[in-house]
């Protein structure tokens, strides 16, 4: 049985088989990260002997045509994702895979848990560590901040809403350092990472406490930016701002408990919303739950909460639902 490596491995070299136009027919079904994950795979396959592909083709009962031996191809791979997702999607995907193994160190972090991620972090620099937070997924580099103590903290958020890109050499400077230190043992244009779209992203992720906390202390720095990062913010309140169909097309994905216990810290006009786009039964119930619902500790409902904007950033990401609101009104995440 094949290990998940050995399977992302055969997965990328049977898409760099076929045709761009078949192979986005392929990446149309798949979710946004498992386009990101098979992109890197197949920018950083190596060269490939025919057989080698034969074989992959056999288990699949699939026929090769006779051909020169499989290499990677940036422009193949730019194209079939182009084709499969659209110029906007594609170039954000594409600027991930194409750093290589510039990244691969960091990609390990992402694969610790908050507190020891944190812990092999936090004594670097800010600015380094500011630049490692933004190749990792928000939720995660959210409760790595929260690992920090609130100087640490601060900075770092600061120093990754003023960044404006991440130079091809300092990257992989930092990766092979990440690498030896994991281990014990380019790109020509700039990486765009950061920002305050970024640093927005990840404080959707840290609590209201650190939030508030953070933004604070931006805001001494500069009220401007401070309020450019809390524009960019989707907090569960700014689900008042995503239509009709699309807060019909969340509840479908949402568990009932799951959203009592996120109404219960909710304001009436957005439980009203709820209530508008169920069924009349349905929206009779919810209001009998939350009326018998007891108590809830925030954390808990703030658990919850973050929990449905997981989903309600999947679903933006999958084009299912737009985001409007502080953001601008065709602001996606």
Not at 136 to 165: H, M, P, W
Request: charged share 30%; aromatic share 2%; hydrophobic share 45%.
């Amino acid at each position: 049985m094949s290990t998940p490596e050995e399977g992302l491995e055969k997965s990328a070299l049977l898409l760099m088989t076929l045709g761009s136009d078949e192979a986005s027919e392929v990446l149309k079904h798949l979710g946004p990260r498992e386009v990101q994950k098979l992109g890197m795979a197949m920018a950083g396959l190596q060269p490939q002997p025919r057989s080698r592909v034969e074989a992959i083709l056999d288990e699949l009962d699939i026929h090769a045509a006779k051909g020169a031996p499989i290499e990677p191809d940036e422009a193949h791979i730019r194209e079939m994702l182009t084709k499969a997702l659209g110029d906007d999607r594609a170039a954000h995907i594409i600027s991930r895979i194409m750093q290589g193994s510039d990244t691969a160190g960091i990609e390990s972090l992402k694969w610790m848990d908050a507190a020891t991620a944190a812990d092999l972090i936090r004594n670097e620099h800010p600015q380094i560590i500011a630049t490692i937070m933004v190749h990792l997924e928000f939720d995660q580099a959210g409760e790595i901040l929260k690992q920090f103590t609130d100087r640490l903290r601060n900075d770092v958020l600061l120093r990754i809403a003023t960044l404006d890109g991440v130079q091809p050499i300092a990257l992989k400077e930092l990766n092979e350092a990440l690498t030896r230190m994991l281990a014990g043992a380019s790109t020509s244009k700039k990486a765009s990472m950061g920002g305050v779209r970024h640093a927005a992203e990840i404080l959707n992720f840290v609590g209201a406490a650190a939030e508030t906390a953070v933004l604070d202390n931006v805001r001494e720095y500069d009220p401007d930016l401070a309020q450019k990062i809390l524009d960019e913010m989707f907090v569960f309140e700014n689900i008042m701002d995503i239509d009709n169909r699309g807060i019909q097309t969340l509840l479908r994905e949402v568990q009932s408990d799951s959203l009592v216990i996120a109404l219960k810290g909710a304001a009436p006009e957005l439980r009203e919303k709820i209530f508008q786009n169920m069924s009349q039964r349905a929206a009779e119930m919810l209001r009998e739950d939350l009326e018998a619902k007891g108590p809830v500790r925030l954390s808990e409902v703030e658990a919850e909460q973050k929990e449905i904007l997981k989903t309600v950033r999947r679903l933006a990401e999958e084009g299912q639902i737009m985001l409007g609101g502080k953001g601008g009104d065709d602001a996606f995440l």
